[in-house]
């Protein structure tokens, strides 16, 4: 399978830390995402990365990608009680009519402690 | 800023009842589709939705599913006839472009709970 797989599965720190969860995938992807979902809601999508790309940044947000070891980072730095969520990666798959499928990871679980 | 939405945001149904979850995907998106994420476990891919047809459609998606678009703006899941797993929360999403490097914007959900 495609999937992508966060590790920790779960993570405790300090408001104003910076927090660090990790994807790894098995097959070659066009793009990886990560998206945030707060407990029982919807997802958010927070970073798209293309395959072609090795870093990028969005405010606090910045994600790496290293094809070769087919893996990703997410690092949120100086977080706050409202980054409490699950992270998910998830990678594409393009389908028929270029459709995009998405494949999840299990998730990290990120406590911010005030 | 445009997003998708879902109702009910909540189905309570009995097994073996039909039900329908409605979605409106965001207004100049191309691409449609429905995911699944049981209780503690990982978001499932069900379908994707094309030019009025089924893309792709996951082992998960069987006889008992089906997709519509009936109007301009409304997309939807039906189950025919519903099992106790089934219950889950059923996520709509959509993008816009055609596929390449296109975020998925993703609805709040709709928690199918089946007694």
């Known amino acids: 399978s495609q999937q992508g797989e966060e590790d920790p599965q779960a993570l405790s720190i300090q408001e104003g830390e910076n927090a660090t969860m990790n994807c790894s995938y098995k097959t070659s992807i066009n793009n990886l995402q990560w998206y945030r979902q707060n407990s029982g809601r919807g997802l958010v999508h927070l970073i798209l990365i293309r395959s072609n790309e090795r870093e990028k940044h969005s405010g606090r947000l910045r994600v790496t990608l290293d094809t070769s070891k087919k893996s990703s980072s997410l690092l949120i730095t100086a977080s706050r009680a409202a980054d409490t969520a699950s992270y998910f990666c998830a990678t594409d798959a393009l389908v028929f009519q270029g459709a995009q499928k998405l494949v999840f990871g299990q998730g990290t679980r990120l406590t911010i402690n005030p | 800023e445009p997003e998708v939405t879902q109702t009910p945001s909540h189905q309570v149904t009995q097994m073996g009842q039909e039900v329908i979850l409605r979605c409106v995907p965001i207004?100049?998106?191309?691409?449609f589709y429905w995911y699944r994420q049981i209780l503690g476990q990982k978001v499932e891919f069900l379908v994707s939705f094309y030019n009025n047809e089924i893309s792709e459609k996951s082992e998960i998606f069987d006889d008992q599913f089906s997709v519509e678009r009936p109007d301009g703006s409304n997309f939807t899941l039906k189950i025919r006839s519903t099992k106790l797993e089934d219950s889950a929360m059923y996520f709509c999403a959509s993008t816009r472009a055609l596929g390449l490097a296109s975020a998925q914007y993703f609805g709040p959900g709709t928690r199918l709970t089946v007694l």
């Open positions: 207004s100049n998106h191309l691409y």
